[in-house]
């Protein structure tokens, strides 16, 4: 009976299908993984950490996926919570990058600002900000 509740109009091979391929998309990484949640939560049985963790990999967009496995994090090794953490940064990279690259090209510039010696004292740091 909770099976039916949790399966209103859906077979359990289309959840499973749904939940071997869905895709990152236009939605966040947190998004993915809640999506992912509610594929688990349908499914009458449970896939393990390791499963739901690489489809969460696979998943991803393939330059955070990248980016992921870059610093040596799979599926095998490393915890969800360390894997999100990894891929919501480089998600918020690569956002910064593109918005920054479209500023870039809608100020008629083909390239990142130049800072030339002659427009600041050579002493001088390129931004006002402290790095962290």
Known sequence: MLR??????????????????????SCDV??????????????????SNYEFQRQFLQALKPELSAWVHKLGLTAERSKLYKIMEV????????????KFSGQSKVQG????????????????PLHSGAIE
């Not at 039916?4 to 998309?25: I, M, N, Y």
């Not at 919501?88 to 690569?94: D, G, K, V």
């Not at 002659?118 to 002493?123: F, H, P, Q």
Request: glycine fraction near 2%.
């Open 30 to 47: 947190c998004t993915l993984r809640d999506d992912l949640r509610v594929c688990v939560t349908q499914m009458s049985e449970s896939p």
């Open 87 to 98: 891929a919501l940064a480089a998600e918020e990279a690569h956002a910064y990058q593109t």
């Open 109 to 124: 510039q083909t390239s990142t600002p130049s800072t030339s010696s002659v427009s600041r004292g050579v002493d001088e």
């Open 4 to 25: 039916d509740q949790c399966l209103p109009s859906s077979t359990e091979l289309e959840v499973v299908h749904h939940f071997e391929t869905l895709t990152h998309g």
